[in-house]
C-alpha cells in the first residue's frame, strides 16, 4: 500500500493534543486554527483525598509505602468520595506492585504490561459504574469487535485468521457491548523500535474509527449535534510513555484525534515524589473522560429511542448516523504497512512532550 495512502490527514484525521506537531508538509496556520478553537477540560482530583495522597506519595520505604496505601481508605465515612478513594487505592496498589517486583521490567512486553499497563486500565473500567454501563477491561491479543463488524459490512472481511488484535479493551457490557478504549502495546519498557511504534500508533488510530462508526451505527437516529460529543480512546504504550488519545467527529467531517494526556514511567521508588503525582493524574484524567463518553452515549442511546419511535410507522425516514458517519474502515497489516511508517509521525514538539 503506498504509504500516503494510509496517512491519517489523507483521511480527514486532524492529529493534534499537547506537544503534538503537525507532519513538516501541513499547513501549520490550519493545524494552529483547530488547535485555539479546541477546548479543553481539567479534572481536579476532590480535594479530600490530597492529604490521604501526599502521606503515600511521602512514605520513606516501601515498608511505610504498603502501610499508608492501606489506610488510605480505612478512615473513610460512607459516601466520602469513597469511589474517589477507591480508585486512588487500587492505583496504588499497582505501583507497589511494580516497585516490588524483581522482574526484568524491560524484558518483554508481557512484563510491560503487567507492572505498568493493565493494572491501571482495570482500576478505570471498575470505577465506571454508572448507567449500569458494566464496564470492563479485556486484556491480552483481544479481537476488536468492532473492525470485525464494520469489515463484514463493507464486504472487505477475509477470515478470523486476520481479525483485528489489540492488546486490550474497555468494553461496555450493558450497552450493547460497544468497545470505548483500545490498548496497543509497542514492546517491553524502554523499545526504541520507531517502525513498531508508528505503525502501532496509526493501527490504534484507524481501529480507534471503528469504535466510533459502531457507535454511530448503534444509535443511528440520534442527532450529529448529540454524537459529536462521544469520543473512544487509544492507549499507546511505547518506549517509556503512556499516552491517552481520544477521536471523535465534528460536523465538519473531520475527525478529530487528540492527546488528551500522557505519563511517563519511572519505575524506580526513589523517583516517586515526581512520578506519583503524574500518574494519578493521569489515571484519573483517564477515568473522568471514560465516564464521561459514558454519560455522552447513553444521552446519544435515549435521543436514539425517542427518535425512533416518532418514525415508528413513518416512511419519512430522517437522514441517520449511519449514512452521515463514515471514516475510513482500515485494518493494517504490519507485513504490508509497516514501511515507511516513521515519515507518518506522530511528531512532537519538544520530542515526547
Known amino acids: 500500500m503506498f504509504i500516503f495512502c494510509i496517512s491519517p490527514e489523507a483521511h480527514n484525521i486532524i492529529r493534534c493534543g499537547k506537544g503534538v506537531s503537525?507532519?513538516?508538509?501541513?499547513?501549520?496556520?490550519?493545524?494552529?486554527?483547530?488547535?485555539?478553537?479546541?477546548?479543553?477540560?481539567?479534572?481536579?482530583?476532590?480535594?479530600?483525598?490530597?492529604?490521604?495522597?501526599?502521606?503515600?506519595?511521602?512514605?520513606?520505604?516501601?515498608?511505610?509505602?504498603?502501610?499508608?496505601?492501606?489506610?488510605?481508605?480505612?478512615?473513610?465515612?460512607?459516601?466520602?468520595?469513597?469511589?474517589?478513594?477507591?480508585?486512588?487505592?487500587?492505583?496504588?496498589?499497582?505501583?507497589?506492585?511494580?516497585?516490588?517486583?524483581?522482574?526484568?521490567?524491560?524484558?518483554?512486553?508481557?512484563?510491560?504490561?503487567?507492572?505498568?499497563?493493565?493494572p491501571y486500565l482495570e482500576a478505570v473500567a471498575r470505577s465506571v459504574k454508572d448507567h449500569k454501563c458494566k464496564a470492563d477491561f479485556i486484556h491480552g491479543e483481544v479481537y476488536l469487535d468492532s473492525m470485525t463488524k464494520q469489515l463484514k459490512s463493507l464486504g472487505c472481511y477475509i477470515n478470523d485468521k486476520f481479525q483485528y488484535k489489540a492488546d486490550g479493551l474497555i468494553k461496555l457490557y450493558g450497552i450493547k457491548k460497544l468497545e470505548i478504549l483500545l490498548l496497543e502495546t509497542s514492546g517491553p519498557l524502554n523499545n526504541a523500535d520507531k517502525v513498531k511504534i508508528n505503525f502501532d500508533h496509526h493501527k490504534g488510530t484507524f481501529g480507534s474509527l471503528a469504535l466510533l462508526k459502531c457507535i454511530a451505527d448503534e444509535f443511528s437516529f440520534a442527532s450529529v449535534e448529540k454524537f459529536k460529543k462521544v469520543k473512544v480512546f487509544f492507549v499507546h504504550a511505547a518506549e517509556s510513555q503512556i499516552q491517552l488519545w481520544s477521536i471523535?467527529?465534528?460536523?465538519?467531517?473531520?475527525?478529530?484525534?487528540?492527546?488528551?494526556?500522557?505519563?511517563?514511567?519511572?519505575?524506580?521508588?526513589?523517583?516517586?515524589?515526581?512520578?506519583?503525582?503524574?500518574?494519578?493524574?493521569?489515571?484519573?484524567?483517564?477515568?473522568?473522560?471514560?465516564?464521561?463518553?459514558?454519560?455522552?452515549?447513553?444521552?446519544?442511546?435515549?435521543?436514539?429511542?425517542?427518535?425512533?419511535?416518532?418514525?415508528?410507522?413513518?416512511?419519512?425516514?430522517?437522514?441517520?448516523?449511519?449514512?452521515?458517519?463514515?471514516?475510513?474502515?482500515?485494518?493494517?497489516?504490519?507485513?504490508?504497512?509497516?514501511?515507511?511508517?516513521?515519515?507518518?509521525?506522530?511528531?512532537?514538539?519538544?520530542?515526547?512532550?
Request: proline letters at 6%; charged letters at 30%; aromatic letters at 12%.
Open 248 to 353: 471523535r467527529f465534528e460536523p465538519e467531517g473531520i475527525f478529530d484525534f487528540w492527546r488528551e494526556t500522557f505519563f511517563d514511567i519511572k519505575p524506580d521508588f526513589e523517583d516517586k515524589l515526581d512520578a506519583l503525582p503524574r500518574l494519578i493524574s493521569f489515571c484519573w484524567t483517564m477515568k473522568s473522560l471514560v465516564q464521561e463518553a459514558v454519560d455522552n452515549i447513553v444521552a446519544l442511546r435515549e435521543e436514539h429511542n425517542i427518535k425512533m419511535a416518532k418514525y415508528r410507522y413513518s416512511s419519512d425516514i430522517p437522514v441517520l448516523l449511519y449514512d452521515i458517519i463514515n471514516p475510513i474502515i482500515l485494518k493494517l497489516t504490519k507485513e504490508e504497512d509497516s514501511i515507511g511508517m516513521a515519515e507518518l509521525g506522530p511528531f512532537y514538539s519538544p520530542p515526547h512532550d
Open 22 to 118: 503537525p507532519r513538516p508538509s501541513l499547513d501549520r496556520s490550519i493545524y494552529n486554527k483547530h488547535l485555539e478553537s479546541h477546548a479543553v477540560k481539567e479534572y481536579p482530583l476532590p480535594a479530600s483525598c490530597i492529604k490521604y495522597i501526599d502521606a503515600v506519595i511521602d512514605s520513606e520505604d516501601l515498608i511505610k509505602f504498603k502501610k499508608e496505601i492501606k489506610r488510605l481508605t480505612s478512615g473513610v465515612e460512607d459516601g466520602e468520595d469513597e469511589e474517589a478513594f477507591d480508585f486512588l487505592e487500587d492505583i496504588f496498589r499497582a505501583t507497589y506492585k511494580a516497585y516490588s517486583s524483581h522482574q526484568d521490567i524491560g524484558s518483554s512486553e508481557a512484563v510491560f504490561n503487567q507492572l505498568f499497563v493493565y
